[in-house]
């Protein structure tokens, strides 16, 4: 599934083509992958395309979105007759979808069509993922379960007059909370921290030297800032080479993300440290793969 670099690659890329175009026509092909009723949107132009976590959000005049989330294998194409090369964005590169040679195929859940006749189409294979029509009110809500965004430059709804920005007290807050919870799961909570999940932790502990299964409360004030710094710099890292490609994930071009080539211990397990001569482990914490390094982190 993409973590936040990837859905704000992929937001970045639709931002760009889809605002000011107005919606002419939605086609559903799966009732499963579309919720609410079509006519709710038809006519009404997209003002911008933003992030919240890992959801996609279409913010359409006259108060109505369309909230997205991709899921496992969730994948949008923009097409334009006046561009020769398709723009796709979070395209699942799976052999099946390879091998329809046209737009839309048996994959294409949902499709949209615009005012200046690009078109775009959203196919998930295993149809985990959705689009759904919220207002304002709806859309708060919907989102309302989320902590704090890491980084400070994405567009966020206000929650009790304060910005859901992470800061280096709400992070201490957090760990206070829960002190006898592992420094991974913490990062990877959505309720606490949004859009941070298993690629990443592993690579913003590796960068503050902490061991992922370290108890929360364990941790110094010093490792706490390390910590906060490294969300920050690993995750605007990543969102500046276009996020992690792994089995599921393709860039705003079709191109694969470049951080998975620099990244400290992801997917690395038996390789040589990037920082010393150790190996790359891996183990079990919350049912979810962590990689580290054991002479580096601590």
Not at 237 to 255: E, F, I, N, P, Q
Not at 258 to 284: M, N, T
Request: hydrophobic content about 35%; some cysteine; proline content about 3%.
């Amino acid at each position: 599934m993409p973590e936040l670099p990837e859905v704000e690659t992929i937001v970045r890329g639709l931002d760009k083509v889809l605002s000011g175009k107005k919606i002419s026509a939605v086609k559903i092909l799966n009732k499963k992958s579309f919720l609410g009723e079509r006519s709710e949107i038809l006519g009404k132009k997209i003002i911008a395309v933003r992030r919240r976590a890992k959801y996609i959000i279409f913010e359409l005049e006259r108060g109505k979105y369309l909230l997205i989330h991709l899921k496992m294998t969730g994948q949008l194409i923009w097409q334009s007759q006046k561009i020769p090369n398709n723009k796709v964005v979070g395209g699942h590169p799976d052999e099946m979808y390879r091998r329809q040679d046209k737009l839309p195929h048996k994959y294409t859940r949902v499709y949209f069509e615009f005012d200046d006749g690009s078109r775009l189409f959203f196919n998930d294979l295993r149809v985990f993922g959705w689009i759904k029509i919220v207002d304002q009110g709806e859309l708060k809500t919907l989102l309302s379960d989320l902590g704090f965004e890491p980084l400070p430059y994405t567009k966020n709804d206000r929650k009790s007059g304060e910005l859901l920005i992470l800061g280096v007290s709400n992070l201490n807050s957090i760990i206070q909370k829960y002190p006898r919870r592992r420094i991974k799961d913490l990062l990877q909570d959505q309720k606490l921290i949004a859009g941070i999940g298993n690629i990443y932790s592993s690579e913003i502990l590796f960068c503050a030297g902490v061991l992922p299964g370290r108890a929360a409360g364990s941790l110094t004030a010093r490792e706490i800032r390390k910590i906060y710094q490294s969300i920050n710099r690993v995750l605007s890292k990543a969102v500046k080479l276009g996020g992690t490609s792994m089995s599921d994930y393709r860039k705003v071009d079709g191109s694969k993300g470049g951080y998975l080539d620099e990244a400290g211990v992801y997917a690395r397990e038996g390789e040589k440290c990037r920082k010393c001569a150790g190996k790359i482990k891996r183990k079990k914490i919350g049912q979810r793969s962590a990689y580290f390094c054991p002479h580096c982190q601590v």
